[in-house]
């Protein structure tokens, strides 16, 4: 049995708590809880577990008894375990309703091929399902979820070493981090490490911060399932947690799309330029939070390039204090709600003291003109970003650059004059683009048949919970 086929299992298993009306993101959440044990047996790393609340002690029951000692669990390793056990439990309730929904995915888990799983790697198989969650739309993970072939791609360009410290300031569920951990172990410098070197790659190398606890949970059982101790912590990057983030030499992120909630400002107190818009703030912590020569590469949408105002102060301020040397127009069809686009913006921080003009040029590659529109019927792959990569060159720092490719070419060069010229905007385009977008984006038949059903499901929950009311006011 493949990865694949465990993969395609447990989520089968969703269907089965329909009845009890919960969504997708709600059994990823449920399913985290009972695979953490069973893999905790799995593993033999039981002893991080409480005795008497593991997994032989669950799949023992059966009925009331099973769904009662579910509920027990989760409260006790919330509150009396220790370490990242609690973490993952910290809150944690089940929207299981029913005994005999909970005793069926019990079972089942049971009898999964657990020997092929680790064999696979038990961390590829919740990451498999992690994207799985993301793909549905109803399930509204997607923004907690970059697309692993962009996630590579951004961490073969930046190249962090072992040494470095990595951080992710919006972490979601640690796709960037476990993806420079994979980089940093494909190198075969890493078996020169020290036994120090080694406990700093564990446990120090990699950390964070995520405001999502149902989001952070993941992460963190993300992170476990891969061998990485990251010091992910639950928290606001654009409060004052944010201030408390270390320096870093490598920064990969993907930051929320949208405001802050009710349109209030950060609470930061170090942001020079105070912004409702969510990007530009953490915009602003990442090239302030890079250490003097550190390099960053963060996915942000077309309006961090051109709005006016605070925005353009904030890019110019980036400008000085960084040279931001490249930027990668994205497809449309990634991730985010239909129709809005992205970039990834990749830049270093000038050596200390400079502040001031180092960016001299930027150099734009639009792989969005004249590219499909992806989604389920294309799907992104590592080929597409093939040309943009042999592009960027070998230095993580943008340095090796191939020639200007013109207006006919999707590589163009661009000085900081011109630049200033348009205001400071960075929304460029050249190339004329001719393709025809949105077939792709149609819904499946049955992603729409699905979608009425959720509906007609909620509306029925609702209008028996109006009449239980009524008959109680009788």
């Not at 912590?233 to 944010?242: C, E, F, K, N, Y």
């Amino acid at each position: 049995m493949t990865t694949a086929d465990i993969v395609r299992k447990l989520w089968d298993l969703c269907h089965v708590l329909r009845d009890d009306g919960i969504t997708y993101h709600e059994y990823l959440t449920e399913l985290t809880y009972l695979l953490f044990l069973k893999m905790a047996k799995e593993t033999g790393t039981e002893k991080e577990l409480p005795k008497g609340y593991r997994w032989d002690d669950l799949s023992g029951k059966t009925g009331v008894a099973l769904l009662t000692f579910y509920r027990a669990t989760l409260l006790h390793l919330g509150t009396e375990a220790s370490g990242r056990v609690q973490a993952i439990f910290v809150n944690a309730k089940t929207s299981i309703k029913q005994p005999r929904n909970l005793e069926t995915l019990v079972k089942e888990i049971e009898r999964l091929d657990w020997y092929s799983a680790r064999e696979e790697g038990l961390g590829n198989m919740y990451e498999d399902l992690l994207q799985r969650n993301a793909s549905e739309k109803k399930s509204g993970a997607g923004q907690y979820f970059t697309p692993r072939p962009l996630i590579d791609c951004m961490v073969r360009l930046v190249q962090p070493k072992a040494g470095e410290l990595v951080q992710d300031p919006a972490a979601g569920t640690a796709g960037f981090l476990i993806a420079a951990d994979r980089y940093i172990k494909a190198d075969d410098k890493i078996y020169a490490l020290s036994q120090s070197e080694q406990e700093f790659q564990r446990k120090n190398a990699f950390y964070g911060m995520e405001l999502v606890e149902d989001a952070h949970r993941l992460a963190l059982m993300n992170l476990m399932l891969h061998g990485i101790e990251a010091n992910l912590v639950r928290g606001d990057t654009l409060a004052s947690d944010g201030e408390r983030l270390a320096p870093a030499d490598v920064i990969l992120t993907n930051p929320p799309f949208g405001t802050k909630k009710g349109g209030g400002l950060p609470s930061r107190k170090d942001f020079t330029y105070p912004t409702s818009n969510k990007q530009l703030a953490f915009l602003q912590h990442i090239y302030r939070s890079l250490k003097p020569g550190g390099r960053a590469a963060v996915v942000l949408p077309d309006n961090v390039l051109f709005e006016e105002n605070t925005g353009a102060q904030i890019r110019a301020d980036l400008m000085d204090k960084c040279d931001l040397h490249t930027i990668l127009r994205l497809p449309t069809g990634i991730f985010y709600a239909q129709g809005v686009k992205t970039n990834v913006l990749f830049f270093t921080r000038g050596e200390e003291r400079k502040d001031k003009g180092n960016t001299r040029t930027v150099w734009v590659y639009d792989l969005r003109a004249n590219m499909p529109s992806f989604g389920k019927r294309t799907p992104l792959g590592q080929e597409h970003f093939a040309e943009f990569e042999k592009a960027f060159g070998g230095d993580p720092y943008g340095k090796s650059r191939r020639k200007d490719q013109g207006v006919e070419g999707r590589f163009r060069r661009f000085t900081r004059e011109e630049i200033k010229a348009r205001g400071d905007n960075l929304d460029i385009a050249w190339l004329k683009d001719e393709s025809v977008h949105g077939a792709d984006d149609l819904p499946e038949p049955e992603e729409i048949a699905a979608e009425i059903l959720e509906k007609l499901r909620t509306a029925t929950q609702e209008m028996e919970a109006l009449s239980a009311l009524i008959e109680v006011g009788r």
